[in-house]
């Protein structure tokens, strides 16, 4: 099969309940939250005027009809919702209500339509709203009136729209610019602003959270940046409702933010986040602004989008791994096959996908897992060698395809020592002179520098300040490099039969604990296929796992523990370095994975279009923002024109298999960047 470009693909976390993270709302409102009890202060002794009557009517009515209208020096707290009730389901915000109810009590028409365009994340903002932070309401000269209409924007704007009073006029604020309120955080001590409602904007439980529920959770949607990129800049916006000092200084802390696994930046992709259920739903919407709905790797495919829906509390924290798989839809366009016309082309897409529907693929690790520059597996043998200065090499070496700013850092890097004398100051020169011409995403480099500027020339302590998490990839990878192999060589050997000695998980013992330290992980109990299992064909290719090799894990009683030994060999490691790197900060036990991989719900639809750059799947930004697929094959070039043909096939993977090893499977054509910079679009666009 001749080129097909992958360059529009959706990637989708399946949770372990089974449900996909798709983004079907952008409305701040939590679907299983608990209706709140909004207390309407009464009249003493004066009657109200009208405007402040009215505050309290539609205050009330925002309420449940059976509650009765509570003092506000009322102490008791509201009953209790019966046990076995279900909570009452958020509602979308009616913004034509809103706007008729504020007009009635401001008596401005003009007023409450510049609050709802402020407000309404689907409003398009005038040119003067662009800027616009809060709105001004005509004044209310009465104390009593201004107290109930902040009452009805706690009632009716709670999560979008907070208010503060300033020379006896009530000014409501869009929430995104609650911090900038002259008296927020003066009067609650936890960072709440001092007016109306906004979510559970304090730092304190919302009353709204149902009983157990200690976490909100949401669907992440995002184009064009990665998982760690977009929760940066969430915690960044967000903070993390606590903080100190330290040395003096004021700080803010983290907030903290659990998902299941880290998604690509070249890809369209959604996954199940995880936040304090106290933490303001405010500020995770801020992302949402009306009339962008990303480029979808189109024309626009190079913005960079954020948006966050579908929130829900939830009594599970998410964490790394804790994920049933992932629901992939990808775009093959311009695929074109040699000597083939149209018609024999699109029988050929049908046979290859009904294949890959039956067969599966080989489960190897894709080339993500060998880092950008095929080289993480080789820091690991490193490492494992004990050799840090050349893992510390390996990691500094040059590049290819960097920027000149970098590339000139590297090769000044490796030429630190040339006519050096004193060794330890030239590394400390160097590492202090290069370190700042590292972005900010280059963060082993960075961390490596810093600690040789401080003690130069100790690379075990330089490789020790890399993160844990990074530091782990490079013996994974290493692993992963050996799994490929021999899964491979087993193909090669055994082809799909299985054989005795080859082991399957032993799913009567489940997973056995490596250790007693708490930090160890539980890998999955195997057994080995006996003569009398080949026999009877107890077992299918499907079944067979091989280690990716770890001090906790054992080896197939056939050839394939040959093979592994060979590799090992060859790379210049044994099984003692595995075991000898044991210590608090790494976990080499191993695990086991499946030879192959078999998706599940596969689907495929063959599409003709004429633009290079249009749409072929509808995004769930486009859904949301009701934009309808257009292939443009009326519209698009003349009757000449000879259409372009696309496949777009859907399925679903298991956890920790690979997307890009699927397609090449599918394809019969390499998925690595190198190979996809030199396929078209069309005749006249190069791919990107």
């Known amino acids: 099969m001749l080129p097909l470009f992958v360059r529009t693909g959706t990637d989708a976390t399946v949770g372990l309940d089974g449900s996909v993270a798709r983004l079907d709302s952008l409305d701040p409102v939590v679907k299983n939250a608990l209706a709140p009890a909004i207390a309407v202060v009464d009249a003493v002794e004066t009657k109200p005027p009208p405007a402040a009557a009215a505050v309290a009517a539609a205050a009330a009515a925002s309420t449940s009809t059976d509650a009765p209208a509570v003092s506000r020096k009322r102490k008791d707290p509201p009953d209790a919702a019966p046990a076995n009730s279900e909570p009452p389901v958020a509602q979308a915000t009616d913004w034509t209500a809103i706007q008729s109810e504020l007009q009635l009590l401001t008596g401005n028409v003009a007023t409450a339509q510049q609050v709802v365009q402020l407000l309404d994340p689907s409003a398009v903002p005038g040119d003067e709203e662009q800027h616009c932070k809060y709105v001004a309401l005509p004044k209310l000269a009465d104390k009593q009136a201004r107290r109930k209409l902040h009452e009805w924007i706690r009632a009716r704007l709670k999560g979008v729209g907070v208010a503060d009073t300033a020379e006896g006029a009530v000014r409501i604020w869009a929430v995104a610019y609650e911090k900038e309120m002259p008296n927020y955080g003066k009067f609650d001590g936890r960072g709440a602003g001092s007016g109306g409602g906004g979510g559970s904007s304090g730092g304190g439980r919302s009353s709204q959270v149902p009983a157990g529920m200690k976490f909100l959770k949401f669907v992440l949607y995002k184009e064009n940046m990665d998982t760690g990129s977009a929760i940066g800049q969430i915690q960044k916006r967000s903070g993390g409702g606590g903080g100190g000092s330290r040395n003096g200084q004021r700080f803010q802390s983290k907030l903290r933010m659990g998902f299941c696994g880290m998604k690509d930046k070249r890809g369209i992709t959604s996954q199940f986040v995880t936040v304090p259920a106290s ?8 992302w949402n602004r009306p009339g962008e709905t990303g480029g979808g790797h189109t024309a626009r495919g190079g913005v960079g989008v954020v948006r966050t829906g579908n929130f829900e509390y939830s009594d599970t924290e998410l964490r790394l791994g804790r994920l049933q798989g992932n629901r992939f839809d990808v775009a093959l366009r311009n695929v074109r096959l040699a000597g083939q016309d149209k018609a024999t082309t699109q029988a050929s897409l049908q046979k290859a996908a009904t294949a890959f529907r039956k067969a599966g693929f080989i489960n190897y690790f894709g080339v993500q897992r060998f880092g950008k520059y095929h080289d993480t597996h080789l820091t690991g043998v490193a490492v494992l060698q004990g050799d840090y200065e050349k893992a510390i090499d390996i990691i ?13 850092a590297r090769k000044a890097w490796a030429e630190r020592f040339e006519g050096a004398t004193d060794r330890a100051a030239a590394e400390k020169s160097c590492a202090n002179k290069v370190s700042r011409d590292f972005g900010r995403f280059m963060a082993s480099e960075s961390a490596v520098l810093q600690s040789l500027a401080r003690t130069p020339l100790d690379y075990k302590r330089a490789f020790s300040c890399i993160s844990k998490t990074m530091r782990m990839m490079f013996i994974h990878a290493v692993q992963s490099y050996l799994w490929n192999h021999v899964a491979s060589l087993r193909i090669d050997t055994f082809g799909q039969k299985v054989v005795e000695g080859d082991l399957v998980l032993d799913k009567e013992n489940g997973k056995i604990e490596n250790s007693a330290d708490e930090r160890s992980s539980s890998i999955p109990a195997v057994k080995l296929v006996s003569a009398d299992d080949v026999v009877v064909d107890r077992y299918s290719v499907e079944d067979i796992v091989l280690p990716l090799i770890g001090s906790g894990t054992r080896d197939p009683d056939n050839e394939c523990s040959k093979l592994f030994d060979e590799l090992l060999e060859k790379q210049g490691i044994t099984r003692k370095m595995l075991k000898r790197l044991e210590d608090r900060d790494f976990n080499c036990t191993g695990d086991y994975r499946k030879v192959l991989c078999r998706p599940s719900d596969v689907d495929f639809e063959i599409l003709e279009y004429k633009n290079a750059l249009t749409p072929l799947m509808q995004t769930d930004l486009m859904k949301v923002s009701g934009i309808e697929l257009d292939l443009g094959m009326e519209k698009e070039g003349g009757e000449d024109t000879e259409p372009l043909l696309a496949m777009v096939v859907g399925f679903t ?36």
């Not at 933490?279 to 801020?286: A, E, G, R, V, Y």
């Not at 500094?396 to 000139?408: D, F, G, L, V, W």
């Open 653 to 688: 993977l298991p956890s920790s298999s690979y997307a890009t090893i699927a397609l090449r499977e599918l394809m019969k054509q390499p998925t690595n960047s190198e190979y996809q910079r030199e396929l078209k679009l069309d005749d006249s666009v190069k791919a990107v």
């Open 396 to 408: 500094m070496s040059p590049k290819p395809e960097e920027r000149e700013q970098i590339a000139i």
């Open 279 to 286: 933490t303001p739903i405010h500020t995770l919407c801020s």
